[in-house]
């Protein structure tokens, strides 16, 4: 499985969206992929929810929608290397305070660089999806600009 996404890591590079979202059960060790593919290149993942969420909340609850974006940016610029970044733990995202469209903000990280990300969700049909129907961070997303790798 590494050396597949060894191969789907350098093969991306040349599209216009370079995401790739490691998608599986919660059983499925997305999370060990990771880490395995950031030790092999020195790179340690960038583990959203603590570092994000450590910068907000000494931003004022009301404000910190103002600031994730910059602060996300920041963050990624600083854990990155040869162009790549790791992302895990990426839930804080779907928090609807920060009133953020997380698929859409990786898609952006993906623009500038090759970004690997482990989907807290379901790939179904063809569908990704963040939560059940009727909870209120449910997301629904086709998989136009990322490339899937289910586990």
């Not at 969206?17 to 395995?36: D, Y």
């Not at 994730?68 to 804080?92: G, P, V």
């Amino acid at each position: 499985m590494l050396e597949l996404l060894e191969r789907l890591v350098d093969e991306v590079g040349a599209l216009h969206s370079k995401l790739i979202l490691l998608i599986g059960s919660s059983q499925s060790e997305k999370t060990a992929l990771l880490e395995a593919y950031g030790k092999k290149c020195g790179l340690a993942p960038l583990r959203v929810g603590a570092e994000l969420g450590s910068k907000l909340a000494a931003i004022p609850l009301r404000r910190r929608q103002l600031h994730t974006t910059s602060i996300l940016r920041d963050l990624a610029d600083r854990h990155a290397k040869d162009n790549l970044l790791l992302m895990d733990n990426i839930e804080l995202l779907f928090d609807r305070t920060l009133q953020l469209d997380p698929l859409d903000l990786l898609k952006q990280h993906a623009r500038v660089r090759r970004v690997v990300a482990v989907w807290p969700g379901q790939l179904t049909e063809g569908r990704l999806t963040y939560a059940t129907t009727g909870h209120p961070e449910h997301q629904d997303y086709g998989t136009d600009g990322l490339v899937p790798f289910a586990i």
